[in-house]
Nanobody
Framework: QVQLVESGGGLVQAGGSLRLSCAIS????????MGWFRQAPGKEREFVAG????????SYKDSVKGRFTISRDNAKSMVFLQMDSLKPEDTAVYYC????????????????????WGQGTQVTVSS
């Protein structure tokens, strides 16, 4: 069983930055793609960013390209999401997730492709 714990969320003004962290324990995720998803009130959970098992390839939701950066440190079992130039529409609960299969390429974006999820961290961007 793998556990994922997100941290780093909070309240920030528009244009500000936050860095989300995801700490993984219980089982190695070094062969798994990792993703960040978000869910705003009344909306479905959506893909934000993903990274392949090796870290060699990334993918982003169009609206966050150029503002968000996903990275991972397999040695430390950590995944990060650097969020810059934040906008009010980025407000949501952000979730870290580990893919079901190993060695996937390219990055998978469907919620159903991810098996293990964290509890989420709230990000609120004020205008």
């Amino acid at each position: 069983q793998v556990q994922l714990v997100e941290s780093g969320g909070g309240l920030v003004q528009a244009g500000g930055s936050l860095r989300l962290s995801c700490a993984i324990s219980g089982r190695s995720i070094s062969t798994k793609a990792m993703g960040w998803f978000r869910q705003a009130p009344g909306k479905e959970r959506e893909f934000v960013a993903g990274i392949t098992w090796s870290g060699g390839s990334t993918s982003y939701k169009d609206s966050v390209k150029g503002r968000f950066t996903i990275s991972r440190d397999n040695a430390k079992s950590m995944v990060f999401l650097q969020m810059d130039s934040l906008k009010p529409e980025d407000t949501a609960v952000y979730y870290c997730a580990a893919a079901r299969a190993s060695f996937q390429y390219p990055v998978v974006k469907s919620v159903n492709e991810y098996r293990d999820w964290g509890q989420g961290t709230q990000v609120t961007v004020s205008s």
